[in-house]
C-alpha cells in the first residue's frame, strides 16, 4: 500500500490522481529521492517494525488521534495500525504479528471528514525567510513557528537588529503571504507608515472596484437572443477523430448553459497547457456562428494567430463559415477588404491580434469574443470591448495559474471552468535536468530525428543563436534547422514556422517565442541551453509545447557545468519533480516570479498591489464589489 506525505502538493490532488498514478509513484520511489522521503510502501508479509512504521509516518507529517481516524492522521490500537492516508478513500488497517504485516484491509466509515491536520495551519503556508502581510502591523519576514506563536522580524532601528513581533496561532488569519512583482521593503512596528499605506491602496481600490461594478452592472441589465443547439454541430465533431475528456465535456455543458440564457456571460476556461482549451472554444464559437452571429479570437502574436487560422479553416472546411486573419501579416488592401466584410456581417470568425481592439474595427454581429492566452491582455483592452459591444459573450482561455485567479477575482461573480485532465493517450513528457553535454544533445536530436519526430532548441538569448547553430550544424550535420526569434520579421516567423509544421525542418532554433500556445504533435522533444534562466511557470509553459501526441516525449534542462545559483538549482529541482500532467497549478505556487500583473491590473492598480501584497489587494477588492453591488 503507498502512502503519501502531508506535503502541500500532494494535499492537493484528487484520489483519482494517486489512483491513476500509483505504479507510476512506487517505480519512481527506487530512482527519485523525492518520492522516496515523502512517500511509504508497506506490503503483505513485509518485516518490519511496527515502532519504525510508526516513526516514518511521524515523518511523513501524519498525526496520532484517539478517536476516528481523519485523513492525515493514524490511530494505534495494540496489533493494529489504523492510517487514513490522503491519497486514499478510506482509512486502511494493517495488522501486525510481531514484526510481520499480516493483513492489510480497509476500514470502512459511516462519514469521512475531510479536513486536514497538520501542526497548524500556518505550517504548511510559511517558510522561514517568507515575506508576510499583517493587517494591522505590514510587511515582515517570517521566522519561525514556536511555542504556540508565529515570530514575524521587521525591520529595527537604524545600526541594530529586527525587531520582533510575536503572534499567537489563534490570530494568525491576520497575516498572509505577501505575493508581488518585487521585493517588498520591510516595514517597522509601531509607526504610521503602514497604516498609512493601507488606507491608500483601499481609496484607490475602491476607485477600480467602483469602475468595475458600475461595468459589470450595466451588463447584468443587458439582454440578448438565447444560442440554441444545431443540427450541424454534431455533424461535424462526429467526422473528427477527437475524443472529450469529461472535464471537457463538463465545461462545454458550463458553456452552453450559459450561451442558452438571456444574459451575456463572461467565463474563465483554465486548463493546463495541452489540455484541450482550443477544442472547447472552438464548440462554442461554432454555435455561435450557426446561431447567425459573428465571432472573434484574440491572440497574444501573429504566430499563434496564424496557427489558429489555419486550424479553424481546416475544421471548418465543409461548412458555409468563411474565417480571415487580422495581423500585421497581411497588406493594406487585405486589412481594408476584412474591416469591410467584419462591418458588413460578412465575416463568421476573425482570428487575430491586437489589430482586433482597434477602434476602427466594427464588427456588425459580434456575439462571442474568446481571448486566448488572456493574461497576456490588459483589463483596459478587455473592458474596452466590453463597453463597445455590451451584449457579447466572453470567453478567457488561461493556462497559467495565477492569472486566472486574478480573472476570477477582479470580476468577483465570473464562473470558472477548469480542465484537470489530461487527453486520453497523453504521456508526461520525461524531464532531465543535466549539466550541459554536446553528446546528450547529439543523442537527443538523433534519437527524435530516427523516429520520425521534429525538436524544439531553446535559445534564452538572440545572441546565443548563432553560436548553438554553429554547434548543432557539427555535431548533427545531417538535421534540417530553422531559426526564429522576436527581431525577425513577422513574415519571416511565420514562414519558418509554416515549414516546421509541415515537417520540411527537423530542428526548430527558438526563443521564447514558442511558448505562447503553439501546437505540433509531431514535436516531442524540447532542449534548453542555460535553462536555470528560465522562470518556472516559463518554463513550464515550453515543456507543454510538446508531448501532444501518443509518442513519448522527452524534455532535457541542461545548465553550464559548475555555474549553477542556489536558486537556479532550486527551479531546475522544481522542473524534476513537478513533472506530472497537469503540474501548472502547483508550478504556479512554487514559483514566486508572478507574471504579467501589470498587464491585468494596469499600471495603476500594479503599483498599488506590490505596496500592499497580492492577498490583501484582492481581499479589499473583492470586499468594495460586493458592497458596491449590495
Same mark, same amino acid.
Given at each position: 500500500?503507498?502512502?503519501?506525505?502531508?506535503?502541500?502538493?500532494?494535499?492537493?490532488?484528487?484520489?483519482?490522481?494517486?489512483?491513476?498514478?500509483?505504479?507510476?509513484?512506487?517505480?519512481?520511489?527506487?530512482?527519485?529521492?523525492?518520492?522516496?522521503?515523502?512517500?511509504?510502501?508497506?506490503?503483505?508479509?513485509?518485516?518490519?517494525?511496527?515502532?519504525?512504521?510508526?516513526?516514518?509516518?511521524?515523518?511523513?507529517?501524519?498525526?496520532?488521534?484517539?478517536?476516528?481516524?481523519?485523513?492525515?492522521?493514524?490511530?494505534?490500537?495494540?496489533?493494529?495500525?489504523?492510517?487514513?492516508?490522503?491519497?486514499?478513500?478510506?482509512?486502511?488497517?494493517?495488522?501486525?504479528?510481531?514484526?510481520?504485516?499480516?493483513?492489510?484491509?480497509?476500514?470502512?466509515?459511516?462519514?469521512?471528514?475531510?479536513?486536514?491536520?497538520?501542526?497548524?495551519?500556518?505550517?504548511?503556508?510559511?517558510?522561514?525567510?517568507?515575506?508576510?502581510?499583517?493587517?494591522?502591523?505590514?510587511?515582515?519576514?517570517?521566522?519561525?513557528?514556536?511555542?504556540?506563536?508565529?515570530?514575524?522580524?521587521?525591520?529595527?532601528?537604524?545600526?541594530?537588529?529586527?525587531?520582533?513581533?510575536?503572534?499567537?496561532?489563534?490570530?494568525?488569519?491576520?497575516?498572509?503571504?505577501?505575493?508581488?512583482?518585487?521585493?517588498?521593503?520591510?516595514?517597522?512596528?509601531? %509607526?504610521?507608515?503602514?497604516?498609512?499605506?493601507?488606507?491608500?491602496?483601499?481609496?484607490? *481600490?475602491?476607485?477600480?472596484?467602483?469602475?468595475?461594478?458600475?461595468?459589470?452592472?450595466?451588463?447584468?441589465?443587458?439582454?440578448?437572443?438565447?444560442?440554441?443547439?444545431?443540427?450541424?454541430?454534431?455533424?461535424?465533431?462526429?467526422?473528427?477523430?477527437?475524443?472529450?475528456?469529461?472535464?471537457?465535456?463538463?465545461?462545454?455543458?458550463?458553456?452552453?448553459?450559459?450561451?442558452?440564457?438571456?444574459?451575456?456571460?463572461?467565463?474563465?476556461?483554465?486548463?493546463?497547457?495541452?489540455?484541450?482549451?482550443?477544442?472547447?472554444?472552438?464548440?462554442?464559437?461554432?454555435?455561435?456562428?450557426?446561431?447567425?452571429?459573428?465571432?472573434?479570437?484574440?491572440?497574444?502574436?501573429?504566430?499563434?494567430?496564424?496557427?489558429? %487560422?489555419?486550424?479553424?479553416?481546416?475544421?471548418?472546411?465543409?461548412?458555409?463559415?468563411?474565417?480571415?486573419?487580422? %495581423?500585421?501579416?497581411?497588406?493594406?488592401?487585405?486589412?481594408?477588404?476584412?474591416?469591410?466584410?467584419?462591418?458588413?456581417?460578412?465575416?463568421?470568425?476573425?482570428?487575430?491580434?491586437?489589430?482586433?481592439?482597434?477602434?476602427?474595427?466594427?464588427?456588425?454581429?459580434?456575439?462571442?469574443?474568446?481571448?486566448?492566452?488572456?493574461?497576456?491582455?490588459?483589463?483596459?483592452?478587455?473592458?474596452?470591448?466590453?463597453?463597445?459591444?455590451?451584449?457579447?459573450?466572453?470567453?478567457?482561455?488561461?493556462?497559467?495559474?495565477?492569472?486566472?485567479? *486574478?480573472?476570477?477575482?477582479?470580476?468577483?461573480?465570473?464562473?470558472?471552468?477548469?480542465?484537470?485532465?489530461?487527453?486520453?493517450?497523453?504521456?508526461?513528457?520525461?524531464?532531465?535536468?543535466?549539466?550541459?553535454?554536446?553528446?546528450?544533445?547529439?543523442?537527443?536530436?538523433?534519437?527524435?530525428?530516427?523516429?520520425?519526430?521534429?525538436?524544439?532548441?531553446?535559445?534564452?538569448?538572440?545572441?546565443?543563436?548563432?553560436?548553438?547553430?554553429?554547434?548543432?550544424?557539427?555535431?548533427?550535420?545531417?538535421?534540417?534547422?530553422?531559426?526564429?526569434?522576436?527581431?525577425?520579421?513577422?513574415?519571416?516567423?511565420?514562414?519558418?514556422?509554416?515549414?516546421?509544421?509541415?515537417?520540411?525542418?527537423?530542428?526548430?532554433?527558438?526563443?521564447?517565442?514558442?511558448?505562447?500556445?503553439?501546437?505540433?504533435?509531431?514535436?516531442?522533444?524540447?532542449?534548453?541551453?542555460?535553462?536555470?534562466?528560465?522562470?518556472?511557470?516559463?518554463?513550464?509553459?515550453?515543456?507543454?509545447?510538446?508531448?501532444?501526441?501518443?509518442?513519448?516525449?522527452?524534455?532535457?534542462?541542461?545548465?553550464?557545468?559548475?555555474?549553477?545559483?542556489?536558486?537556479?538549482?532550486?527551479?531546475?529541482?522544481?522542473?524534476?519533480?513537478?513533472?506530472?500532467?497537469?503540474?501548472?497549478?502547483?508550478?504556479?505556487?512554487?514559483?514566486?516570479?508572478?507574471?504579467?500583473?501589470?498587464?491585468?491590473?494596469?499600471?495603476?492598480?500594479?503599483?498599488?498591489?506590490?505596496?500592499?501584497?497580492?492577498?490583501?489587494?484582492?481581499?479589499?477588492?473583492?470586499?468594495? *464589489?460586493?458592497?458596491?453591488?449590495?
Amino acid at each position: 500500500m503507498l502512502i503519501a506525505g502531508l506535503t502541500p502538493s500532494f494535499l492537493e490532488k484528487p484520489f483519482s490522481w494517486w489512483k491513476h498514478n500509483e505504479h507510476e509513484i512506487i517505480r519512481k520511489r527506487a530512482v527519485n529521492p523525492f518520492w522516496g522521503r515523502n512517500t511509504a510502501i508497506l506490503r503483505k508479509d513485509e518485516l518490519i517494525k511496527q515502532s519504525e512504521f510508526l516513526r516514518k509516518l511521524d515523518e511523513l507529517g501524519y498525526q496520532k488521534t484517539p478517536g476516528i481516524a481523519r485523513k492525515g492522521t493514524f490511530k494505534h490500537l495494540g496489533s493494529d495500525i489504523i492510517v487514513f492516508a490522503i491519497n486514499k478513500e478510506s482509512p486502511i488497517i494493517m495488522e501486525f504479528t510481531g514484526n510481520t504485516v499480516t493483513d492489510i484491509h480497509e476500514h470502512l466509515l459511516v462519514e469521512q471528514e475531510k479536513t486536514f491536520p497538520t501542526k497548524s495551519d500556518t505550517a504548511l503556508k510559511f517558510s522561514a525567510g517568507d515575506y508576510i502581510v499583517h493587517l494591522d502591523h505590514g510587511i515582515g519576514i517570517f521566522k519561525e513557528e514556536k511555542d504556540g506563536y508565529l515570530i514575524i522580524n521587521y525591520a529595527g532601528p537604524k545600526n541594530s537588529g529586527p525587531d520582533r513581533l510575536l503572534v499567537p496561532l489563534n490570530q494568525s488569519s491576520r497575516v498572509s503571504a505577501y505575493l508581488g512583482l518585487r521585493t517588498p521593503p520591510v516595514h517597522r512596528l509601531g %509607526t504610521h507608515l503602514w497604516q498609512n499605506t493601507k488606507k491608500k491602496a483601499e481609496e484607490d *481600490i475602491i476607485k477600480f472596484a467602483k469602475y468595475l461594478s458600475a461595468l459589470y452592472k450595466k451588463r447584468s441589465v443587458v439582454t440578448r437572443p438565447p444560442y440554441f443547439a444545431d443540427e450541424a454541430e454534431k455533424e461535424v465533431w462526429e467526422n473528427f477523430d477527437f475524443e472529450e475528456t469529461s472535464d471537457q465535456k463538463k465545461a462545454l455543458e458550463e458553456i452552453f448553459k450559459d450561451m442558452s440564457g438571456a444574459r451575456p456571460s463572461e467565463r474563465v476556461l483554465a486548463g493546463d497547457v495541452g489540455f484541450g482549451k482550443t477544442e472547447v472554444a472552438m464548440r462554442a464559437i461554432l454555435r455561435a456562428i450557426l446561431n447567425g452571429k459573428q465571432t472573434a479570437l484574440l491572440c497574444p502574436t501573429t504566430v499563434l494567430a496564424d496557427q489558429h %487560422t489555419e486550424l479553424f479553416r481546416k475544421r471548418f472546411e465543409k461548412l458555409p463559415v468563411k474565417v480571415e486573419r487580422l %495581423t500585421r501579416l497581411e497588406s493594406e488592401r487585405k486589412i481594408k477588404e476584412i474591416k469591410r466584410g467584419l462591418a458588413l456581417g460578412e465575416i463568421d470568425l476573425v482570428i487575430g491580434t491586437h489589430k482586433i481592439l482597434q477602434k476602427n474595427v466594427d464588427i456588425k454581429r459580434l456575439g462571442l469574443l474568446v481571448i486566448d492566452e488572456e493574461q497576456k491582455f490588459g483589463v483596459k483592452h478587455k473592458e474596452t470591448l466590453k463597453e463597445k459591444y455590451p451584449d457579447i459573450d466572453i470567453l478567457y482561455l488561461s493556462a497559467t495559474p495565477i492569472p486566472r485567479t *486574478i480573472a476570477f477575482c477582479l470580476a468577483g461573480i465570473r464562473p470558472i471552468s477548469q480542465l484537470k485532465e489530461a487527453p486520453r493517450g497523453r504521456k508526461a513528457p520525461l524531464t532531465y535536468v543535466l549539466p550541459f553535454s554536446e553528446q546528450i544533445i547529439k543523442n537527443a536530436l538523433d534519437f527524435e530525428k530516427k523516429r520520425g519526430g521534429q525538436s524544439y532548441y531553446l535559445a534564452n538569448r538572440i545572441h546565443y543563436i548563432p553560436k548553438i547553430l554553429e554547434r548543432l550544424d557539427k555535431i548533427v550535420p545531417e538535421l534540417k534547422k530553422g531559426v526564429i526569434h522576436g527581431r525577425l520579421h513577422e513574415k519571416e516567423i511565420v514562414k519558418v514556422m509554416r515549414e516546421f509544421r509541415e515537417g520540411e525542418l527537423d530542428v526548430l532554433i527558438s526563443t521564447t517565442i514558442i511558448e505562447n500556445g503553439l501546437d505540433i504533435s509531431s514535436v516531442n522533444t524540447l532542449i534548453t541551453e542555460n535553462s536555470a534562466l528560465l522562470g518556472l511557470a516559463q518554463a513550464h509553459q515550453l515543456r507543454g509545447r510538446i508531448g501532444r501526441s501518443y509518442e513519448q516525449s522527452y524534455c532535457y534542462f541542461l545548465y553550464p557545468s559548475g555555474r549553477l545559483t542556489p536558486e537556479g538549482e532550486k527551479r531546475l529541482e522544481t522542473l524534476e519533480e513537478y513533472s506530472y500532467l497537469g503540474a501548472g497549478f502547483d508550478i504556479a505556487k512554487r514559483d514566486f516570479e508572478i507574471r504579467g500583473a501589470g498587464n491585468i491590473l494596469g499600471k495603476e492598480q500594479s503599483g498599488v498591489l506590490n505596496k500592499i501584497g497580492w492577498n490583501l489587494y484582492f481581499e479589499t477588492l473583492n470586499l468594495a *464589489i460586493e458592497e458596491f453591488e449590495d
